[in-house]
């Protein structure tokens, strides 16, 4: 067991390719099959939800590819994620990726739920229709 805080970034060590990275949004504790990445202060500073989002891109899952063993389970050893090369803009840079990031979340919401109530709708219809009572 695995005690992070709030604005860490957990990576599942577990096929890096499955993109398990969350940025954390309070403390807790976690299975070992993830790093937990504590932020350190640097200039420029990085932010934990960029930093995650890094993590799910196309460039690092192919490093990530080259640096696993084991053909069963393959998993990403804690000195390979030290040696990952990830991309840091400025600060501002990372800022307006992550509401960007949040925006597109937010409306993939909006839509997941607007779906569920079409569909609830439809359904609803079909079934008096078929028993007669439409």
């Avoid at 420029?44 to 690092?60: E, F, G, K, M, N």
């Avoid at 590819?65 to 998993?75: A, D, I, V, Y």
């Avoid at 990403?76 to 800022?95: F, G, K, R, S």
Wanted: hydrophobic residues 35%.
């Amino acid at each position: 067991m695995l005690f992070f805080n709030k604005g860490n970034v957990l990576y599942g060590r577990l096929r890096t390719y499955l993109n398990k990275v969350w940025s954390t949004d309070r403390d807790g504790v976690c299975s070992t099959e993830f790093h937990v990445l504590r932020i350190k202060p640097s200039d420029p500073p990085i932010h934990s939800d960029y930093l995650a989002a890094a993590l799910r891109s196309s460039l690092v899952v192919a490093q990530t590819k080259h640096m696993m063993t084991g053909n069963t389970h393959p998993r990403l050893a804690n000195d390979d994620v030290v040696d990952l090369l990830v991309p840091i803009p400025d600060e501002e840079t990372q800022t307006e990726i992550v509401v960007e990031i949040q925006r597109r979340r937010e409306e993939a919401r909006r839509l997941r739920q607007e779906a569920e109530e079409e569909w609830e709708a439809a359904k609803s219809g079909f079934e008096a229709e078929f028993l007669g009572e439409g």
